[in-house]
């Protein structure tokens, strides 16, 4: 760097007496090789930074490096010289970097059911905000805060609630460890549920009943991937509290494990549930993944469903050949130990089921894309039983199982950017009372 | 049975090491994509890509290609990947060096790598259409693949005619 100093000076002094002269051409070409002077300093500078950021290993054969490098730049043997001293300047220079993160995704929608029509409804259904801050190179904080239905009060609708918020920490590159309220890896939704990510307005039923989406556990999990394509996790979590159980709403009908979720408020934690799941991505553009979850869901207390215990598992494909996105889903819960339970809810219209499944197979075709913008119809169908049979009970005292239900989704996603999503669809129950339009909005960040 | 449970994830720390999420060193990058060089000269970068570190592989005799580290956001973390050109500007080889997002680690896979080999300023990858998806890593996909069509055009400005 030095050996510029003079020819800058130099430079500068022909340029002010190029002024002097004040001849044009002459002062234009005294211009044109100052200008060069500088992009040749800037371009030290820049690689200066550069090895700064990412160190120069020191070439393997010395001699010849050394001949290369005094030929061609200064900065070179500088570099080589200190490889030791540049990683740790790396280790800081990322962590202080972008240390902070803010995130966020949002959707507003709007149900039009056709048979009744007084009951149209719009809605902000969520606005959520997060963030993620690395406290050094292995470690992150993970937050997300969530608003539903726009306006939370002890008057109103709305909800507030802590969606995750847990600490991450890398032991070895591909496996990490983290602790806190995690959303449980089940399903092709649960963790990824960012409207702009998914087709339809409104989730899919097979998510929302059967896996109750957005279900996030407090606890331990391990997590890594493999070179081979694999990436996976497993975690001791707390789980379902069965004593919140309503046999007398339809709730339990309508979402089996929604209605006894816990979401780590004030969670009934005797009973510690285990997880395992695991996707697969080695071949681009195809997915296949599952997962298990299983726990006890009487949490120690004193009641007939003490030794309830739950085992849900889903397996899951994705295909994304050149236009197309195709998918398929299953999922298939199983509440053991309900016998004592259910007896007590006799003559009520909703006892604890014995099983609940659902499915859905999805296509999607990319049809139009400009840029960053693109547009996709879809078309899903999807089956549900959220009580497919019950626990045998004397004969004349059980409850009926439920029908499988059957809908359709026929829609399509507008993407203005990746980050923005408008969504418009017609669902139909050819058996049941949903037949509707459904618009939306959503974002993420 | 939860004590047991308790006590093998007590063990976890025990495996902590330094440096998480990297994954290959610059010189290790270097020595894959040019196991013949004798010397990796650092050459000027590019005032609009601060991040951006350029190397020249050569022999003894003549230029065998390009290095370029560079760092492209994934979704709200930064990856760090190298890409390895020959001397007429053809990519030999993507390596992800640093990644770490939580999800879509995928796109250190050789297969969803190899997906760029032969790219060139002329016929640049595309996301979405030649480039495959990794479900979850959208994002960090669409990134690197800009990036490196970003880097492409770059040699063809300015490091091809050095």
């Known amino acids: 760097m030095p050996r510029r100093l003079p020819s800058l000076a130099l430079a500068i002094a022909l340029a002010l007496s190029g002024t002097a002269r004040a001849d044009e051409a002459d002062l234009r070409a005294e211009v044109a090789q100052l200008r060069a002077e500088l992009a040749a300093l800037r371009g030290e500078v820049a690689s200066l930074r550069a090895a700064q950021a990412a160190p120069l290993a020191a070439p393997p054969a010395p001699a010849a490096s050394a001949a290369v490098a005094a030929s061609s730049s200064a900065s070179a043997g500088r570099t080589a010289a200190a490889p030791g001293a540049a990683a740790d300047v790396r280790r800081v220079a990322t962590t202080s970097d972008n240390a902070t993160t803010l995130t966020g995704y949002g959707e507003l929608n709007y149900n039009h059911p056709f048979g009744d029509a007084g009951a149209s409804q719009a809605d902000l259904r969520r606005a959520v905000l997060g963030f993620s801050h690395r406290f050094d190179d292995a470690t992150r904080i993970v937050a997300e805060f969530e608003w539903e239905h726009a306006v939370t009060s002890a008057d109103d609708a709305g909800e507030a609630a802590v969606e995750q918020l847990l600490v991450e920490h890398e032991l070895h590159p591909g496996l990490g460890v983290r602790a806190g309220l995690m959303l449980v890896p089940l399903g092709m939704l649960n963790e990824r549920h960012e409207p702009p990510t998914y087709y339809g307005v409104e989730r899919n039923l097979v998510e929302t009943a059967i896996i109750p989406t957005t279900w996030r556990e407090g606890g331990l999990a391990l997590y890594g991937n493999t070179e081979g394509g694999l990436t996976w996790s497993a975690g001791l979590t707390t789980g379902f509290d069965l004593s919140k159980w309503d046999a007398t709403s339809g709730e339990g009908r309508e979402e089996p494990l929604g209605s006894i979720h816990q979401e780590l408020q004030l969670a009934k934690a005797r009973d510690a549930s285990v997880f395992v799941a695991g996707n697969w991505q080695g071949v681009p553009g195809l997915l296949v993944g599952g997962g298990v979850f299983t726990g006890k869901l009487g949490q120690g207390q004193d009641f007939a469903g003490r030794d309830a215990r739950l085992l849900l598992g889903q397996v899951h494909a994705r295909w994304q050949p050149g236009?197309?996105?195709l998918s398929a889903l299953y999922a298939?819960?199983?509440?053991?130990?309900?016998?004592?339970?259910?007896?007590?809810?006799?003559?009520?219209?909703?006892?604890?089921?014995?099983s609940f499944w659902g499915g859905y197979v999805q296509g999607a075709w990319k049809l139009w894309q400009d840029g960053d913008a693109a547009f996709a119809p879809f078309l899903r169908h999807e089956w549900v039983n959220t009580a497919a049979n019950y626990a045998p009970v004397p004969p004349g005292l059980g409850a009926a199982p439920a029908a499988t239900r059957r809908v359709w989704t026929l829609g399509a996603n507008w993407w203005l950017n990746p980050a923005v999503v408008f969504k418009a669809d017609l669902q139909r129950e050819p058996d049941g009372d949903l037949d509707r339009l459904d618009l939306g909005m959503g974002y993420m960040f | 049975m939860k004590l047991r449970w308790i006590a093998a994830l007590g063990a976890v720390p025990a495996l902590h090491s330094a440096y998480a999420a990297v994954y290959l060193s610059t010189e290790q990058a270097q020595r894959a994509a040019f196991p013949a060089a004798t010397a990796f000269v650092p050459?000027?970068?590019?005032?609009?890509?601060?991040?951006?570190?350029?190397?020249?592989?050569?022999?003894?005799?003549?230029?065998?290609?390009?290095?370029?580290?560079?760092?492209?956001?994934?979704?709200?973390?930064?990856?760090?990947?190298a890409l390895a050109l020959d001397a007429a500007g053809t990519v030999l080889s993507l390596e992800v060096l640093e990644y770490r997002e939580t999800h879509g680690g995928e796109i250190r896979l050789p297969a969803w790598?190899?997906?760029f080999v032969g790219r060139s300023a002329a016929h640049p990858p595309q996301f979405?259409?030649?480039?495959?998806?990794?479900?979850?890593?959208?994002?960090?996909?669409?990134?690197?693949?800009?990036?490196?069509?970003?880097?492409?055009?770059?040699?063809?400005?300015?490091?091809a005619s050095r």
Do not use: M
Request: charged fraction near 25%.
């Open chain 1, 332 to 354: 298939r819960g199983r509440i053991s130990g309900t016998e004592a339970l259910n007896l007590t809810f006799v003559g009520q219209p909703s006892p604890v089921p014995q």
């Open chain 2, 43 to 81: 050459a000027e970068g590019d005032a609009e890509r601060p991040a951006l570190a350029v190397w020249e592989a050569r022999d003894a005799t003549q230029r065998l290609g390009w290095l370029l580290v560079d760092r492209v956001i994934g979704r709200t973390e930064e990856i760090t990947y």
């Open chain 2, 128 to 159: 979405g259409s030649d480039i495959k998806n990794i479900v979850g890593a959208t994002l960090s996909c669409r990134h690197v693949s800009d990036g490196v069509a970003a880097l492409l055009q770059f040699h063809a400005r300015r490091l």
């Open chain 2, 113 to 115: 790598r190899k997906q």
């Open chain 1, 323 to 325: 236009p197309f996105d």
